[in-house]
């Protein structure tokens, strides 16, 4: 049969972590079938090849800027071998950045490592509440810089104007796909992008202020190698045209019958509600940093010994780090925040890996950092996308120690109140 691929059609290179299996689920909703990678291999992985859609995760969000393009290239170089036809650059949709970067810096290296002229930027995602109109992103009905973001300990956004964001952070010049050209007759979003790029502007800033808008701007940009943006985007392209028929549907992974184990590592309002819920259906077990100061060998054992005991194929154990917020404020008041986190961090994933050397086959991880800490302890290289646990929190299958796996990785403020307790049923 003719049309048959060999290799994937997007290549995308995230800034972090969830953020890879963020845009990964958005393709996968797309039709995609999609694998994402844990950093750039060293050589290409078996999940790869057959894939429409390879994403590599990086964690290049705050990195100092010569690295974060180091790492952006390095992985865009990789996709090119898998021999990807075009390119993701995937942040976050509230633009997150530090004042040197590293949006601009990566974006203007991959259009020259790539030769191309110009590229949109569009983080706009409307379903989670971030859209743009003439250059100025809104976080629901707030400025970004009035939203929560503006206290960010990491990436405070301050300013709302994403050109000025943008130029910055570059050495290029930065244009606007204005909200008036998206809702003019077809073709004039494309004759604009055109006009600009013949201008010699490379970077342009793409409003959006509905779902309405990102169609326009997908049909638009479809000669663009290099597309950036938040996943938002990503949901609207066009399914990948299948060889034949019998083809099996995007989010098909292989499925691991066996105990589920949850690991609360986040502490947003969002996990803390799910883990007050889970704690009335679960059986459940804490790990406060003070005692993982004083014991973290025999805290996490005795974790581990406990849930040994607990293991159930239909009610997962829950093992979690807090509470409540006052847990939280106590333990970083004693130990420092980063030290009590750094604890935190290390005993889930030791405990990740002591559940599934003890037989556990389902892990539902909470936390973005923690989600990194988890898949590098079990030292997982590539994960297949599967079917949604929740909007942007995808089931996913891996091999572990030649077994498989599954593992939906949420960020903190993703799923409804009673995720922790629901999240398996998505996976029949
Ligand atoms: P989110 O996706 O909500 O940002 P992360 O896992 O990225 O979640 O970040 C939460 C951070 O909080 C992690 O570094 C984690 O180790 C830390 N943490 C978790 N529990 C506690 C606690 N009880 N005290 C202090 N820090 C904690």
Redesign the pocket.
Known sequence: MSGHRDHPIWGCIADDF?GGTDIAAALVAAGFRTTLMVGVPERPLPRARDADAVVVALKSRTAPRQQAVAASLAALRHLTALGCERFWFKYCSTFDSTSEGNIGPVTEALLDELGERSTVLCPAYPDNGRTVYQGHLFVADSLLSESSMRHHPLTPMTDPDLRRVLAAQSTQPVGLLPHPVLRAPEGAARAHLDRLTAQGIRLIIADTTGNEDLPVVERATRHLRLITGGSGLARFLPPPPRAAAARSPADRIEIAPGPAAVLA????A??LGQTAHARRYLPHRKL??AHLRADPAGTIAEALAWARDHLDPSVPVLL???EERA??E???QS?G?TE??????RA?ADCARGLLDAGVRRLIV????????VVSALGLRSLRIGPAAAPGVPWTSATYAGQTVNLAL????FGAPDFFTTAQETLK
């Open positions: 969830t590592g986040s502490v947003s969002t996990t406060p940093p979690h780090s807090a847990d939280v106590r333990a970083q130990l925040a009590a986190a750094a604890l935190v961090e889930l909470a936390g973005g950092e923690t989600s990194g800490a949420k960020s903190g403020n």
